[in-house]
Structure formats: structure tokens, C-alpha cells
């Protein structure tokens, strides 16, 4: 009877602390929220490009956290590789690899997106990001082309007129204080994701960018 009960409490810590392990979430200080990529609380629509977690190999490629995420597989290396879309790129946000980030808010408004990314190309560059299984104007089309080889942080739209993307379009817009959810998704393989910052300011954030703001 002793030996069941033991057995039920392992079972139960077990389950909690896998719950607690999935139940990530963040939570705004001063119009600031930040997080890493890997601490997502799910993955969906991942059958054709899946995140993946990756750790530092090379002390030169420094990540935050020592982990960031990577897009695989990559098969549009180069601008030469056939783009198929809804396998290796998705103009369209929130069809392919969606991230989740549960986040409590308490002051409303504008929020600028940033994101820190290690690009080597012209086709591992761009990102959406959506707001409570909504995927708005100011989130499509993130996009980097300064800073190849490195990481860099960037809070910047595509447009027609400018591919390498205009300051202050790419922000989420919170209405209602409480929890909402962040979202990432893809818009091209081989994207290397390893932190994001929401902030009220557009004040781009230095190196590895502050620690998260974790709500538990
Ligand atoms: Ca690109
Ligand atoms: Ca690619
Ligand atoms: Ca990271």
C-alpha cells in the first residue's frame, strides 16, 4: 500500500513538473518583455520545417542563454535553390512552425518587436511575428540585412520599396491588460531565432540584450 502510494506521488511530481516545464511564461516590467526563442511553450504546424533546439558549438557564435533555435531543414541556401512555397518559405504568417510565448501584460499600447537572429544569407533572413492567434500588418515580414555572420538585432518591415525592411512597422499593439500570447512563424528556412525583446521605446537593444522577464 506504502510502495502505491510512493509510486502515485513520483507519478504526480513527474507529470507536475513537465507541466511546470511547458507552462513557460513571461511577464512585462516597465513596457519591457523579454525572452529567449528556445523557452517557447509550443511548436505547431511544424510537419514540413520544424524549430529545432540548438546549443553553442563555436565560442565565437555566442548565443543568449547558450541555446537558440534553427529552422530546419534548410534547403533554399542561396538565391538559386527553387523557393517552394509552404515547404521552404511562407510569404503568408502563421501557416508554417508557430511559436507560442504566453506573456502577462499591464500596461497597454504599442510594443516594437525585436529579434535577434545569426543570418548568412539572403534566404534565412525573414520571420513573422503575431499577437493571440492573430497575425496583423505590423507583424509580417521581419527582416534583416545588415550584420551577416553575427548576431544582430533588428526590428524592421520588408516593404516593396525597401527589402531590407523600415524601421518602426513591425510592432503589436496591446489592448486589453492580462495575458496574451506571443507568436512567431516562418517565413524562410534555415532562420536562426535565439531572443525576442517587446518594448514601448524603439530602442534597439545591445549584445545578448537584457535578461527574461519570467512571470514564474
Ligand atoms: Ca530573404
Ligand atoms: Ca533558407
Ligand atoms: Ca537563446
Known sequence: MLKAKVLIFIILSITSVSLLKAQIVFKEINGMVIGEAESYSSQTNDEARRWKLIANKDPVITASNSYYLELLPDTRKTHDDPLIRGENFSNEPGKMAILTYPIDFKTTG???????????????NGIHVGLDGEWPDSGQRMQWCEGKNQWAWASKQRTEENHCGEERLIYLDIDEPGRHTLHFSMREDGFAFDKWVLEKEY?????????STLAN
Not at 504599442?110 to 534565412?124: A, F, I, K, L, N
Not at 530602442?203 to 535578461?211: C, E, L, R, S, Y
Request: glycine share 12%.
Open 110 to 124: 504599442r510594443y516594437y518587436v525585436w529579434v535577434r537572429t545569426y543570418s548568412t544569407g539572403t534566404e534565412d
Open 203 to 211: 530602442d534597439k537593444p545591445v549584445g545578448m540584450g537584457p535578461p
